[in-house]
């Protein structure tokens, strides 16, 4: 399981990493790119994605409490069990592009 030590992560590329049941809590993530990287049952509960793309990614039952998504692209990408809902209200603009959801 990986835990992530930075609170902030800045312009950085992820590439086929495994977030399974990783904590990324309170992290902060801007100007950030994922692609085929696992966020399966991933605690992300008050994380912050901003302007940040995912591309090919499995985003299947990760906690998402208070977390802010601001301008933050899915594309080709497997969304299953996400409650939107949970996430920050006033931080959410998403889209997606040939998404499984």
């Known amino acids: 399981m ?3 030590q ?3 992560v800045t312009e950085s590329t992820f590439a086929d990493e495994d977030f399974s049941e990783a904590s990324l809590a309170e992290v ?3 100007h950030c790119k994922f692609e085929r990287c696992d966020f399966s ?3 992300l509960c008050e994380a912050s994605f901003e302007s940040c793309d995912f591309e090919s990614c499995n985003l299947t ?8 998504m601001q301008g933050v692209r899915f594309a080709d990408s497997r969304i299953m069990g996400v409650n939107f809902y949970e996430g920050d209200p006033f931080a959410l603009d998403v ?3 040939r998404c499984q959801i």
């Open 95 to 97: 889209s997606f592009t």
């Open 41 to 43: 049952n991933a605690e």
């Open 2 to 4: 990986l835990n992530f």
């Open 6 to 8: 930075q609170k902030e």
């Open 28 to 30: 902060r993530f801007s």
């Open 61 to 68: 039952n990760p906690r998402i409490q208070k977390t802010k």
